[in-house]
């Protein structure tokens, strides 16, 4: 039974007494900010009227934002450790509704700023030394410029905001909410009902015909509701190209990577590299049709581990390995390590009424914490590694940066936590004395590249596919998404899509495509992770230092700036090309151990 959260040990529940004492500190924050926030609604117009006024509005907004982001984190915190307690729930709500009120009385901010003239504003900067603090936060305010509307048109779009996204909220109530999947038989031949949380586990089965029949369930499922998935997602494509529209861009994809400052070379070069290695990606799944035994390999074959040696490690033994694998980072890091490690910065077990997963959060006035629910397996020790790479980048940006460039944006987020996961593959690689450990870590890494490099790039080409296609007038009806993801399909994977017809519908079930151009950054931030952590393994002492750089950057510069420091250029295509060596050199591996029989 799982335990109640009253039967945690306190050690393994994190420490959010570090945020407000009680809640009741809580409580008077909240109606402190709830006043200060009313009060802040007598600047709108004041922005522009001086240096003194630039420097007072910007000041009193960014307090207010900080004051409120713990006040939400504490809320959040609380309600995901039991999301059934009533009293959270209501906390979580009332922090959201001050989260809209505060949004409410500043978005006079960025239209009346976009009115100052270059020359007012450089006499502002002249005047008023406190403003140069900002001077890169509002030189990103005024690149987009040219793409905010008057403010009767951006007063139209905010209206219709929620029309707007209408394809995407639909899609998540019939997925999530309304559909329904039929009974399929488990590992024990027992039925069981088919759901979204347990189908990953149904098509990791060593039993393939367990993993079948989850497999055509699910996408028979899909393929019933074929046409209302068509609608949903066109009605979302056709939302992004039209605002991208309206505020002048060329493209939905230009406006997409434009808020993190991203060329689209970047997704360009990514797409190009990709496809250049697919016969990587095809020696894998010929090796996987190898190990299995197999006459024909099919796609729900793709998720099945490989390795009979199933690696086990406790939730403490894992601390010990995670530490181990760190280390080479130095000692301020480790140090920043273990002090999340004692200081109960992290969630561990999971409890009834627990939210699933795991993340780092926290803010900027708070401990990096961490969410876990922990099992004794090496997913979950790379899933520690993961998170503890997050919480360390937002541990050394809160303490390196002002709170205006005190978080990173999303480009960047998945590069310190996979570079941890790539550091703990090497440190697992080099201590292992047996071929069967060896073989079921280097499964563990090749899935993972899989997963990421090239699955999430087949989705960032199939997403951007779809976008030129409603450009270009094409209506996208499931016959055509469904010809067009068989299509991709087939050329990643070399599995032909007439031999795996349930393939076609697999677009139909990735809310990813509802994110405007999301997917492609897991790739990039993969494939940048690799190449920091091989700089870290093999390279000098200074690229450590550059690393830790990264860490503590946050948004004072550019992104890809920020990893030109690093020394990895996101614009080029050096750094895919160097993790597909990586990924080339551990599939050698893994063939020579199949040579030598490591896998039975």
Not at 163 to 175: A, K, R
Not at 326 to 355: M, P, Q
Not at 462 to 486: K, P, R
Request: proline share 2%; net charge negative; charged share 25%.
């Amino acid at each position: 039974m799982v335990k109640q959260r009253n039967e945690i040990d306190e050690k393994y529940q994190w420490d959010l007494t570090t945020v407000f004492k009680t809640d009741s500190d809580w409580e008077q924050e909240l109606k402190s900010l709830e006043i200060a926030i009313e009060e802040a609604q007598t600047l709108e117009g004041r922005l522009t009227q001086s240096a003194a006024d630039l420097l007072a509005v910007t000041e009193t907004q960014l307090a207010l934002s900080r004051r409120l982001e713990k006040l939400y984190s504490y809320a959040h915190m609380r309600n995901d450790q039991d999301t059934r307690e009533a009293k959270y729930q209501e906390f979580n709500a009332k922090a959201l509704s001050v989260y809209a009120k505060f949004s409410q009385v500043f978005a006079f901010y960025e239209p009346e700023l976009l009115t100052l003239s270059a020359e007012t504003y450089e006499q502002f900067v002249a005047e008023e030394p406190g403003l140069a603090l900002y001077a890169h936060y509002f030189e990103k305010l005024f690149q987009n410029k040219p793409h905010i509307l008057s403010k009767e048109e951006e007063t139209i779009i905010a209206a219709t905001s929620e029309i707007l996204s209408s394809g995407s909220e639909t899609f998540s109530i019939l997925n999530n909410a309304d559909l329904e999947f039929p009974m399929v038989k488990d590992d024990k031949g027992q039925e069981v009902q088919l759901t979204h949380g347990n189908y990953i586990t149904f098509v990791e089965s060593k039993d393939r015909d367990v993993r079948k029949g989850a497999y055509e369930a699910m996408y028979a499922t899909y393929k019933q509701f074929q046409h209302v998935f068509a609608k949903t997602l066109q009605t979302t494509v056709k939302t992004h190209n039209l605002t991208a529209n309206l505020r002048h861009f060329q493209s939905a994809r230009e406006a997409a990577l434009s808020r993190n400052f991203v060329p689209e070379s970047v997704y360009d070069s990514l797409v190009s590299a990709v496809n250049k290695h697919l016969p990587l990606l095809h020696r894998y799944v010929k090796l996987r049709q190898e190990v299995l035994g197999l006459d024909e390999l099919k796609m729900y074959d793709m998720y099945a581990s490989l390795a009979e040696t199933e690696l086990s490690y406790t939730y403490e033994e894992a601390l010990v390995k995670s530490e181990e694998a760190l280390a080479i980072l130095g000692d301020d890091y480790l140090s920043c390590v273990k002090k999340a490690f004692a200081e109960r910065w992290i969630d561990v077990h999971e409890n009834a009424g627990k939210r699933s997963g795991a993340y780092s959060g926290g803010c900027y006035d708070s401990n990096a914490f961490m969410l876990l629910n922990w099992q004794d397996n090496l997913n979950n020790l790379f899933t520690l590694v993961h998170e503890t790479g997050h919480s360390m980048h937002s541990s050394y940006t809160r303490e390196n940066q002002p709170y205006v460039y005190g978080d990173y944006s999303i480009f960047l987020a998945e590069i310190a936590s996979t570079t941890n996961e790539n550091l703990l593959t090497e440190h697992l690689l080099n201590e292992v004395d047996d071929d069967a450990t060896r073989f079921a870590i280097l499964n563990h890494y090749l899935d993972g590249f899989r997963a990421t490099i090239f699955r999430q790039t087949q989705f960032a080409e199939f997403e951007q596919a779809i976008h030129q296609a409603d450009q270009a007038g094409e209506v996208l009806t499931s016959e055509f998404l469904n010809t067009l993801y068989a299509e991709i399909n087939e050329k990643y994977y070399g599995l032909s899509k007439e031999d795996n017809p349930e393939i076609q519908y697999e677009w139909a079930r990735i809310p990813h495509f509802y994110y405007d151009y999301y997917v492609f950054q897991y790739s990039t931030g993969f494939a940048a992770a690799t190449a920091l952590a091989d700089k870290i393994i093999n390279g000098s002492p200074e690229d450590k230092e550059n690393y830790i750089a990264y860490l503590s950057a946050g948004r004072s510069d550019y992104p890809l700036e920020i990893m030109k420091k690093a020394g990895v250029d996101m614009s080029q295509e050096d750094y895919l090309n160097d993790a597909f060596k990586v990924f080339e050199r551990r599939l050698d591996e893994l063939e020579a151990l199949i040579k030598k029989g490591a896998h039975k």
